[in-house]
């Protein structure tokens, strides 16, 4: 047994790891909702404050609310280090922005979350940070993409809404071989089912929001790599930007974590048996999941992935919008809502990001996000059933 978490089982680091020394041998974690801590004498209280890293000083850097809980991160994702930030997306923007400079060049698979692809494509722009989007199916595309001044990789596999993944392996090979950094976006596996550091990936993120957190009550994120690389996080964008991580929201993503792999492993399922069910409906051209044999990458999901979530996405036949305006109204368990991870299913049409005067290419009109939650899944097939028959009406 190891720092990273190597040796221990699931449930060691998501009930034990970290947690001997309670006080009154409490069961559960204390909440230190505290914005400073306070020293005995001077030569404690100087010393500390030669680094704020490693010591409880104030809150905007270290709480051991929050310590314990990217401790036990870090363990599941093979990582040294874990930092918890207040949301996904300030870790995904902290943990690029600290390894790049004005000009600088990215490589961006071109799927990711919304917010990844706008920090690379306009707001890094202004810091004079150029771009390169790829498709990301095959190494190759990267390594054409490469250029001298290229210093990061941005990954984001599965992608979550057309699932495409990239070969992790062959291209953080590659990254090594050109000294670039290599970043992804694991939200969607959690690290119960995928851990790229294993792979050779430098650095991993997440949004909290989503299963880590699991109950669709708090934002926060977090982003694990070696303890090099995450105290060079700490000490310029952390510090410096300021995206705090409450420690109630900590402490709420530490209740959530007791769980996970049991919770994730009723997303896997249920999704399955929902893909299943609608590839077998008329009106369904296709289903977008990443663990479902007739997914273009199931080899490279299954050599990369040991499970997928419940997230995933349907292809209708249909190009009128109408028909998806009837059955986005028509579901009853399916919340009509953004996001995912939590406890509940979800649907999210494409075209409902639209007003209905836009264009929209035809065949993603019929393009429709759903999110598997713990529902009783005969429940859930006989809710899309209905709402899929009701939809030709
Ligand atoms: C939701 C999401 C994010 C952003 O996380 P926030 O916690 O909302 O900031 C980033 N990546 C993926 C894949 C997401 O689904």
Redesign the pocket.
């Known amino acids: 047994m190891n720092e990273m978490g190597e040796g221990r089982s699931i449930s060691e680091i998501l009930h034990h790891m970290g947690e001997n020394h309670f006080p009154e041998h409490s069961v559960a974690p204390p909440l230190f909702q505290t914005s400073i801590f306070c020293f005995e004498n001077f030569e404690e209280f100087q010393k500390a404050l030669q680094d704020e890293k490693d010591n409880y000083i104030y809150s905007r850097g270290n709480n051991p609310t929050v310590n314990l809980c990217e401790k036990k991160i870090a363990a599941l994702e093979h990582a040294e280090r874990a930092k918890l930030v207040s ?6 923007t902290q943990a690029s922005m600290a390894f790049l400079k004005e000009g600088d060049h990215v490589v961006c698979v071109d799927s ?2 919304g ?2 692809h706008k920090l690379f494509g306009q707001y890094l722009k202004r810091f004079g940070v150029e771009v390169t989007y790829v498709e990301g199916i095959r190494v190759e595309q990267f390594e054409e993409a490469i250029r001298p001044n290229t210093r990061l990789i941005y990954l ?1 596999s599965p992608a ?1 809404f057309t699932f495409t993944l990239q070969p992790l392996r062959p291209v953080a090979d590659l990254a090594k071989k050109y000294g670039i950094k290599t970043i992804i ?1 694991n ?2 596996s959690t690290p119960i089912f995928q851990n790229p550091i294993d792979f050779g990936i430098d650095l991993v ?1 997440h ?4 299963y880590l957190g699991g109950s669709s009550d708090l ?3 977090v982003i694990c790599g070696s303890k090099e690389d995450i105290d060079v996080i700490f000490n310029q964008e952390f510090m410096q930007l300021g995206p705090v991580p409450d420690p109630f929201m900590t402490w709420q993503i530490l209740r959530s974590l007791r769980t996970l792999h049991i919770r994730m492993a009723v997303h896997y399922q249920n999704a399955l048996e929902l893909g299943k069910f609608l590839e077998g409906r008329p009106e369904v051209r296709k289903v977008n999941y990443p663990l479902l044999p007739s997914f273009p990458q199931y080899e490279l999901a299954k050599k990369q992935m040991r499970g997928g979530s419940g997230l995933f996405s349907v292809e209708l036949k249909t190009t009128d919008r109408e028909q998806i305006r009837k059955l986005t109204n028509q579901v009853k368990l399916f919340k009509r809502a953004v ?3 939590g406890y509940e299913s979800l649907i999210e049409p494409y075209i409902v990001m639209f007003r209905d005067d836009q264009e929209v290419p035809a065949e993603r009109i019929g393009l429709i996000r759903l999110h598997a939650g713990l529902e009783e899944i005969e429940e859930l097939k006989a809710d899309l059933g209905q709402a899929l028959d009701h939809m030709k009406q």
Do not use: F, Q, R
């Open positions: 949301s996904g997306v300030a870790a995904i990711v979350y917010w990844a984001e979550t976006d939200t969607w993120v949004s909290a929001t989503k934002i926060g994120g996001s995912w991870g």
